[in-house]
T-cell receptor
Framework: AQKVTQAQTEISVVEKEDVTLDCVYE???????LFWYKQPPSGELVFLIR??????QNEISGRYSWNFQKSTSSFNFTITASQVVDSAVYFC??????????????FGKGTKLSVIP | DGGITQSPKYLFRKEGQNVTLSCEQN?????MYWYRQDPGQGLRLIYY???????QKGDIAEGYSVSREKKESFPLTVTSAQKNPTAFYLC???????????FGSGTRLTVV
């Protein structure tokens, strides 16, 4: 079973629409971290947010917001009033302890978002 | 400025040749990682190293080799045994015991 599932492979929205990217994760650890990264066409990974497993507060940063629900093992990402510059591939990732004090990051397969002007 | 440098950005090689991708960091991070990205596959872990002179296989290590002779450097060699080497390769590093990774800008390898 996948540890991080992003069920939406591709999404297209018209500019100014809101869009939610889904992420469901699986872990047996009580301490873990969740991330969202943005990958524009240039290829580099841009860090968006980190959440630890003990903090279920939702977070808002400008047009971006994140909904973390441990009960459903989900960490969804919403972009409000989407813009063309939001077009990218978005990755959800799970970081778990892997022994000897280290962490290992596992990525979902990504969701390609296209915002149409 | 501290960061991770991957070079080159684009690399072309003939089938059957080994090729080495460079990854250098000046963040004083203990751990370093190599990921491979294919369309629709997300990022998959190839190898990782938590300390100098030690490294472990990730999920898709076959056809690849690494070395960690210096803390700052973690080169990845794509050997002729790798069946489908054309991909985007990302290097990352982290402080031991911390969950956050810093990524390089990637190397796009094309084998013709």
């Amino acid at each position: 079973a996948q540890k991080v599932t992003q069920a939406q492979t591709e999404i297209s929205v018209v500019e100014k629409e809101d869009v939610t990217l889904d992420c469901v994760y699986e872990t047996r650890d009580t301490t873990y971290y969740l991330f969202w990264y943005k990958q524009p066409p240039s290829g580099e990974l841009v860090f968006l947010i980190r959440r630890n497993s003990f903090d279920e507060q939702n977070e808002i940063s400008g047009r971006y917001s994140w909904n973390f629900q441990k009960s459903t093992s989900s960490f969804n990402f919403t972009i409000t009033a989407s813009q063309v510059v939001d077009s990218a591939v978005y990755f959800c990732a799970l970081s778990e302890p892997s022994g000897a004090g280290s962490y290992q990051l596992t990525f979902g397969k990504g969701t390609k978002l296209s915002v149409i002007p | 400025d501290g960061g991770i440098t991957q070079s080159p950005k684009y690399l072309f090689r003939k089938e059957g040749q080994n090729v080495t991708l460079s990854c250098e960091q000046n963040l004083n991070h203990d751990a370093m990682y190599w990921y491979r990205q294919d369309p629709g596959q997300g990022l998959r872990l190839i190898y990782y190293s938590q300390i100098v002179n030690d490294f472990q296989k990730g999920d898709i290590a076959e056809g690849y080799s690494v070395s960690r002779e210096k803390k700052e450097s973690f080169p990845l060699t794509v050997t002729s045994a790798q069946k489908n080497p054309t991909a985007f390769y990302l290097c990352a590093s982290s402080i031991q015991g911390e969950e956050g990774y810093t990524f390089g800008s990637g190397t796009r390898l094309t084998v013709v």
